[in-house]
Nanobody, 124 residues
C-alpha cells in the first residue's frame, strides 16, 4: 500500500511560483497514476493535474493549463506540481492521490489513496 505526504504549500504573492511535492512510500510507486486535486473553502474538491502510471501522458484542468506542470521522479518516489503565475483563485488545500495502474484521470473516484493535503495561499 502506498502512503502519500504532500509538502511545499505556503503563502505567495500573485504572479509567484511554488513547487509542491508528494512523497510516496512503497516499492511499487512507478505502477501508480498520480493526480493533484485542490479544495478551496466552501467548494468541492476539483481536479488539477494528473500523470498516468507509465509517465507517458499528462492531463490538466483548463484553469491551470500552461501555468502548472506535473512531473515525477520514480527514483525518489515523488511527484511534483510546479505552479507558475499563481493567482488568488489558486488558493486551496492541494491533495495528491494515487491510482494503481491508472490513466491520467481527472475523476476523483479513480483514485484509491490520498494524502492529507498542503495549503497554498495566493495573495493579491
Amino acid at each position: 500500500q502506498v502512503q502519500l505526504v504532500e509538502s511545499g504549500g505556503e503563502l505567495v504573492q500573485a504572479g509567484g511560483s511554488l513547487r509542491l511535492s508528494c512523497a510516496a512510500s512503497g516499492r511499487t510507486f512507478s505502477r501508480y497514476a498520480m493526480g493533484w486535486f485542490r479544495q478551496a473553502p466552501g467548494k468541492e474538491r476539483e481536479f488539477v493535474a494528473a500523470i498516468n502510471w507509465s509517465g507517458s501522458k499528462t492531463d490538466y484542468a483548463e484553469p491551470v493549463k500552461d501555468r502548472f506542470t506535473i512531473s515525477e521522479d520514480n527514483a525518489k518516489n515523488t511527484v511534483y506540481l510546479q505552479m507558475n503565475s499563481l493567482k488568488p483563485e489558486d488558493t486551496a488545500v492541494y491533495y495528491c492521490a494515487a491510482a494503481p495502474w491508472g490513466s491520467a484521470s481527472g475523476e476523483i473516484k479513480s483514485y484509491d489513496i490520498w494524502g492529507q493535503g498542503t495549503q497554498v495561499s495566493v495573495s493579491s
